[in-house]
């Protein structure tokens, strides 16, 4: 059992920058970050593979948003610039997909970190 633990959360103005950070208690390897607003399906932000040779993102967040990974702290990383008010939401890490990596089905989930961007 892998446990995820996000932090880096907070609330920002828009067009600022926040970097989350995503602590795995062992081995991963693809990992990725989504995010849910309330009432809203879990949405797909970034993933990326074990080394870090492959990185997906939505179209939303894209040139914006930036995913990277350090397998020596099990570390992954989302770096958040060009905040919007549409990017706030509680933001998810996950780890180890059973499908695509941009698919909400993975076999472990952090508890989640709110990011809120004021316009």
């Known amino acids: 059992q892998v446990q995820l633990v996000e932090s880096g959360g907070g609330l920002v103005q828009a067009g600022g920058s926040l970097r989350l950070s995503c602590a795995a208690s062992?081995?991963?390897?693809?990992m990725g970050w989504f995010r849910q607003t309330p009432g809203k399906e879990r949405e797909f932000v970034a993933a990326?593979?074990?080394?870090?040779?492959?990185?997906y993102y939505a179209d939303s967040v894209k040139g914006r948003f930036t995913i990277s990974r350090d397998n020596a702290k099990k570390t992954v990383y989302l770096q958040m610039n060009s905040l919007k008010s549409e990017d706030t939401a509680v933001y998810y890490c996950?780890?180890?997909?059973?499908?695509?990596?941009?698919?909400?089905?993975?076999?472990?989930w952090g508890q989640g970190t709110q990011v809120t961007v004021s316009s």
């Open positions: 990326i593979t074990w080394s870090g040779d492959r990185s």
């Open positions: 062992g081995r991963t390897y693809t």
């Open positions: 996950a780890a180890d997909p059973h499908y695509t990596p941009t698919m909400p089905s993975y076999d472990y």
